[in-house]
C-alpha cells in the first residue's frame, strides 16, 4: 500500500513549456484533489474530483488543466508554463464520506520552478 | 471566498513551554481539521472537529471548534522538539467537498 504517490518530485521548466505533474493513490478513493503551496499562502486548490469522469474547478484553476478517467490517477496539465506557477505542488486523496470531512492523504510533493 | 487567517505567524518556544495557536474566520464551517507539515513532506491529518464547541485531545495536544464553527485554536503543552513544524487549520465547507485551508504557523521548539 503506497499511498498517494506524485511524480516528478521535481521539475525546472522554461516558460511556454507543457508539462504533466503525475499522481497515483491505491487506496480506492473516490475524491482527489491538487493543492499549490505558497510561502504565507497556505494551500490552494486548484482542481479537485469526486469519482471518475468528474472533475471540477477550485480557488486558483486557471492555467491548469486536469482530467480523471480512472478512480487511480489523477494528473494534473500545465499547458504553457508562467513564472507565476512556481510553487509546490501536492495531490490529495480521501474518501467521500456522508458525515463529516474524512481523512485527506497527502502526497510528497512536486516541486517545479518555471524561468 | 472563504478565508482562514492563523496566528501567529511564526512562533519559537523552549522545549517544556505551553503554547496556542489560532485559525480564525468570518466564515462558518461545516467541519475543521488540523494538519502538521514537516520539511519535504504533505501535510499529515491530526484531528477533525465537526460540532460547535467541540474539544479533542490527542496526548498533550488540545484542539477546539469555537461555538460558532468560524473558529478553532489548537494548544499543545509542555511542547517537545518533536512538536516542530508547520500546524495548517483547514475548513469544510457546507457540502464537504472543498477545503481552505488557513495560512500556516510554523511552530520551533528549542531544545
Known amino acids: 500500500n503506497a499511498g498517494v504517490t506524485q511524480t516528478p518530485k521535481f521539475q525546472v521548466l522554461k516558460t511556454g513549456q507543457s508539462m504533466t505533474l503525475q499522481c497515483a493513490q491505491d487506496?480506492?478513493?473516490?475524491?482527489m484533489s491538487w493543492y499549490r503551496q505558497d510561502p504565507g499562502m497556505g494551500l490552494r486548490l486548484i482542481h479537485y474530483?469526486?469519482?471518475?469522469?468528474?472533475?471540477d474547478q477550485g480557488e486558483v484553476p486557471n492555467g491548469y488543466n486536469v482530467s480523471r478517467s480512472t478512480t487511480e490517477d489523477f494528473p494534473l496539465r500545465l499547458l504553457s508554463a508562467a513564472p507565476s506557477q512556481t510553487s509546490v505542488y501536492f495531490c490529495?486523496?480521501?474518501?467521500?464520506?456522508?458525515?463529516?470531512?474524512?481523512?485527506?492523504?497527502f502526497g510528497p510533493g512536486t516541486r517545479l520552478l518555471v524561468l | 471566498t472563504q478565508l482562514l487567517e492563523q496566528s501567529p505567524q511564526f512562533l519559537s518556544i523552549q522545549e517544556g513551554e505551553n503554547l496556542t495557536v489560532y485559525c480564525n474566520s468570518s466564515s462558518v464551517f461545516s467541519s475543521l481539521q488540523w494538519y502538521r507539515q514537516e520539511p519535504g513532506e504533505g501535510p499529515v491529518l491530526l484531528v477533525t472537529v465537526v460540532t460547535g464547541g467541540e474539544v479533542k485531545k490527542l496526548k498533550r495536544l488540545t484542539f477546539q471548534f469555537g461555538d460558532a464553527r468560524k473558529d478553532s485554536s489548537l494548544h499543545i503543552t509542555a511542547a517537545q522538539p518533536g512538536d516542530t513544524g508547520l500546524y495548517l487549520c483547514a475548513g469544510g465547507d457546507s457540502g464537504n467537498e472543498k477545503l481552505t485551508f488557513g495560512t500556516g504557523t510554523r511552530l520551533t521548539i528549542i531544545p
Open positions: 490529495a486523496s480521501r474518501r467521500t464520506g456522508t458525515g463529516g470531512m474524512e481523512t485527506q492523504y
Open positions: 487506496m480506492n478513493h473516490e475524491y
Open positions: 474530483s469526486v469519482g471518475a469522469g468528474i472533475t
